[in-house]
Structures are given as C-alpha cells and as structure tokens.
C-alpha cells in the first residue's frame, strides 16, 4: 500500500506525520544518552574483543557470554556449549537425539539437538548466549532456530568457517 502524504480527516488540525519520533530525533540539536553513552557513541553490534561497552546480558559483558559452538557437517550436526573460558556445559548432536544414518544430516534432527541443548543449558542457568557456526552442513539454520525455540537468547552469530586462501595442489591431470 502506498502512502501519498495526503490524508482526508474531518479536523484539520490534529495532522501527525507517519515517523514522528525520528523526524523529531533529527530536529533535536542536542544528542540522546544512552546509559552513560551518547547516540552517536551507541551502536547495535557488539564490541570487539577488547573493546569496552555498556551493553550488558543480565549483567554480563560480552566476553563474559557463554558460548555455543555448532559444528554443522554433511553428516551429523555437534553442538556444545561453553563458558567464555572454554569449559563445556552441555554437548549434543543429532546422534545423541536418536537420529540414524542418513535423518541425522536434515535440518529437522539439528533443530531438534538445538532445543535439547538449549533446555539443558537453561536447566544450569544460562539464558544469554553467542553462537560461533562453522562447517556448511544442511543444519546450520536450523540448529540456531532450534536454540531460540529452546528458550536461549542468542546476542549474537559469529561464522568461523574455514575457508582455503587456494588450498592443496591438486591431482596431475589425467590423460587418456
């Protein structure tokens, strides 16, 4: 639906426009604090490692976040997680979960590893997470979702998949 700004009421002087919080944002001179910061100071990714912020999860830093590592394969999705030094919590797949064969590469077996981690991690006291995703398996989406279902708030979704800067020779050429 299109808005062409012209809007037919019986009083003509209780006209609003439609963003009206921003336009009254850019009129303001003056820059808005944001717990201690300024607006312009304020930004919606987290920091880099390092780097001081006041963006607090439950009254934690960044760095200070649990982790979820999913390791996301053609044949089976891994999933744990750690605290910020590294020692592990929970750990699933979606063997664990009682897929065989060929079902543990679907979407619909990562989802479900998900929420099973999830609901083990919430049962220790974890409800803020950051994910680091590597591989390029069918459950990486779905092992995220499963997560967000299983009732964890993800802050934030890293890709750490390898990739070759041109990688290993290959084969000779074969000639026929």
Not at 37 to 62: C, H, I, M, N, V
Not at 92 to 112: D, L, M, R, V, Y
Not at 143 to 151: E, F, P, W
């Amino acid at each position: 639906m299109l808005c062409t700004g012209k809007r037919r009421r019986k009083s003509t002087s209780l006209q609003r426009t439609v963003c009206s919080s921003t336009v009254r944002l850019q009129e303001d001179e003056r820059p808005i604090t944001i717990t201690g910061k300024t607006s312009k100071e304020f930004s919606y990714y987290p920091p880099l490692p390092g780097q001081d912020s006041a963006l607090r999860w439950s009254g934690k830093k960044f760095e200070e976040l649990p982790i979820v590592h999913v390791k996301a394969t053609y044949n089976n999705t891994l999933i744990q997680v750690t605290d910020n030094d590294g020692q592990s919590i929970v750990r699933t797949s979606c063997g664990t979960e009682g897929f065989k064969n060929i079902k543990k590469s679907t979407p619909i077996a990562a989802q479900t590893a998900g929420i099973s981690a999830a609901a083990k991690a919430t049962a220790k006291g974890v409800t803020f997470v950051r994910v680091m995703v590597k591989g390029l398996g069918p459950g990486r989406l779905s092992a995220i979702k499963g997560l967000t279902m299983g009732g964890l708030e993800v802050v934030s979704i890293t890709d750490n998949t390898p990739v070759p800067h041109n990688g290993c020779r290959p084969r000779k050429a074969r000639r026929i």
